[in-house]
């Protein structure tokens, strides 16, 4: 009986062994997709071209606010088709990395974090890498582009949140995100009102200057809806001190391309030509007719203008 006992339990745990490795591993939402563990940061990312063994360049693209690697769906294919090895990444808590309250959100910080991925991804390669940034993600491509100069080939903005000098963000907002009471009002409020289906909707509608259909709200909402968003979005403000100081004169070594929509309603063009003034070797390209994402609604042209200055620095 003892014996059948434990056949018993051996059966058992060999059925729920490979359920239990199963259930712990991340989804894959892409065919291409990739996950990287980085100081305890779990970090999505996609490749093309990854097994190129003689790639044009190396290009990293980060999106912007609530973006992810969906972001980029109108760019990537021409980027690998003329050659270049091709990494998207979602910036944590965004997309399909993960959701932390303690990761540190300043533009210095989230540099220093993909610096890491790129190294683990190319090992003893050292090729220089291409950096383009949209929005926020800007921000963050700029702050890795000064916090590693010799490691870059070149930096694209779009439309991005630049800047001089990195500062913390202060203001009324962020003081109340960080009080307990305040926070917990502002999650309840995103998670009910901000993200839904109509407000991405809303949102994308000013952006692109036209409604989006139903399939790419539900691309960019469904990640939005995972567990913990809400929180780890508001942390964006609460917990974002800088941990390097950076300033833009660092960017003199560096080729830069700077593509503003020149109806952008979220981040207006005069914050480009303010960045251009102080980057005098940068190229200031602006879109007609385009708003805060060009590279989605104006994607031949952004796709012609990118692969222009790429193949003239690579």
Known sequence: MSHFRSLILILISLTLFPWTLKSQEPEMPYLNSHFMTIDSILV??????GT???????ILLIHGFIGSTYSWRMNVEALAADGYKVIAVDLPPFGYSGRSLTFNQSQSNRGMLLWQMLDSIDGPDTTRWHLCGHSMGGGTAEAMALLRPRCTQSLTLVDAMVFLKNTNMESQFT???????YNQ?????????????????KGFKKNYRYNPDSTVVMNYLTPLLKEGTAGCVLNVWANAKEVVPLHVD????????I??????????LRNGKRFAKHVPHSELIIINRAGHDPMETHPDVFNGILLSFLNRHH
């Open 185 to 201: 009002i502002m999650v309840g409020f995103m998670e009910k009102s901000l993200i839904t289906y109509n407000s991405v909707r």
């Open 250 to 257: 660092s960017l003199k070594t560096v080729p830069v391309l």
């Open 175 to 181: 003081i109340l995100t960080r009080q307990k009471t």
């Open 44 to 49: 999505h990312y996609r490749d093309w071209n």
């Open 52 to 58: 190129l063994r003689h790639p044009k360049g190396k």
């Open 259 to 268: 593509v503003w929509g020149n109806k952008d309603r979220t981040i207006y």
